[in-house]
């Protein structure tokens, strides 16, 4: 674990699976994100899986030997734990709970639980953070994953970030509400169901005229990307993180 500085105001952070296996770049983004608003980034190695995809194919003993885990690891401090990701804050917010509501340590799984804060609802309500944008003028979208918008419930501090930097024109989704067909384990068992919601999301993208789509979930980044580039769409796709990062450093 790395060493806390008396100076800073410490915080967890959780890197999630697809950001630690696909998506460093983005994890990486998030942590200078934190540190540039003055807090010191505790990583702890031993974090795994919050435990959502087991929870979601139907295994909850299973997800909650994860979920345990995760619990016991992060009981060290009181910090809050900062989730790049609105799925995965959502599954540690919301089901953790759900997963121990008959047992004893309930107690202490909600006391995580409610530490756990989802990465630009605490850059916009926490830290207050404020950016002036240094890149070329561009056109972006925003997809909103479904446990972000309905469990979560950061988009609306996703977008008032977007929205600080000057040059990068915001152009809203048709089909904004709409599951982008990821699903985690859905998209493996409910293959042409997830195909056919994935070709949908991608021509609402590609209606918008905008030149990368935004989300702050990796999981719909990587189901959708895919699709773009399977069909030779050149439309980027990026984490929140790693694109506010690269526009205040121009």
């Known amino acids: ?11 967890y952070f959780f890197g999630t699976c697809l950001a630690d296996m696909m998506y460093a770049d983005s994890a990486m983004a998030a942590i200078r994100l934190i540190e540039r608003e003055g807090y010191e980034v505790v990583y702890p190695m031993e974090q795994s899986c919050c435990g959502q995809p087991a929870y979601n194919s139907g295994f909850p003993e299973e997800a909650k030997e994860v ?4 619990v016991q690891l992060f009981a060290k401090h009181d910090y809050p734990i900062v989730v790049p990701s609105g799925s995965c804050a959502g599954m540690m917010q919301v089901h953790y709970p759900k997963l121990f509501k008959d047992s004893p340590d309930l107690f202490t799984v909600k006391r995580f639980s409610e530490r756990v804060i989802e990465l630009t609802t605490f850059l ?5 953070a404020v950016y002036q944008d240094k890149g070329t003028p561009i056109k972006a979208t925003w997809h909103s994953s479904c446990h972000a918008m309905r469990e979560a419930n950061c988009i609306a501090d996703s977008k008032a970030l977007l929205k600080q930097l000057n040059n990068v024109e915001l152009i809203e989704l048709e089909r904004e509400r ?3 067909g990821f699903g985690g384990t859905f998209s493996i068992k409910q293959p042409e169901i997830s ?35 399977k069909e030779n769409i050149n439309v980027k796709g990026q ?6 990062w690269e526009r205040i450093n121009g």
């Open 1 to 11: 674990m790395k060493k806390v500085s008396a100076a800073k105001t410490p915080v």
């Open 67 to 70: 979920a345990w885990k995760q």
């Open 124 to 128: 916009h309500q926490h830290a207050h």
């Open 178 to 180: 709409e599951c982008c």
């Open 195 to 229: 195909g056919a919601m994935v070709s949908d999301k991608v021509a609402d993208v590609v209606a918008t005229g905008a030149s990368v789509v935004l989300s702050g979930d990796c999981g719909c980044l990587m189901n959708i990307t895919g699709h773009m580039e």
């Open 239 to 244: 984490h929140i993180a790693e694109f506010i």
